[in-house]
Nanobody, 122 residues
Framework: EVQLVESGGGLVQAGESLRLSCTAS????????VAWFRQAPGKGRERVSC???????YYVNSIKGRFTTSSDNAKNTVYLHMNRLKPADTDLYYC????????????????WGQGTQVPGSS
């Protein structure tokens, strides 16, 4: 079985920063491309970022320059650093794994956790 657990979400205000963590169990995360998705109420899941097995990263245009994804293989963890948060960033964030970052839609990924909430309120 593959399973990812998201953590790090919480109350934030516009302009603040937050780091989300995605930790794998049951498999080695470094063997997969890992993407962060976010889902606003009533909407589908949007891929925010992806980090490939060779370290290449990809970002949705709306967050370029503000978010950074990175990995720590020793911790079997992928991070999403979110900086200068905007109200539009208020979502439920998930991470998931795929063979390659060529995969851009949610149905191409596995290992979904319960997500971590970034409510954007205080």
């Amino acid at each position: 079985e593959v399973q990812l657990v998201e953590s790090g979400g919480g109350l934030v205000q516009a302009g603040e920063s937050l780091r989300l963590s995605c930790t794998a169990s049951g498999f080695t995360l470094a063997d997969y491309a890992v993407a962060w998705f976010r889902q606003a109420p009533g909407k589908g899941r949007e891929r925010v970022s992806c980090i490939s097995t060779d370290g290449r990263t990809y970002y949705v245009n709306s967050i370029k320059g503000r978010f950074t994804t990175s990995s720590d293989n020793a911790k079997n963890t992928v991070y999403l650093h979110m900086n200068r948060l905007k109200p539009a960033d208020t979502d439920l964030y998930y991470c998931a794994a795929a063979r390659d970052c060529i995969a851009t839609t949610w149905d191409e990924y596995d290992g979904w956790g319960q997500g971590t909430q970034v409510p954007g309120s205080s």
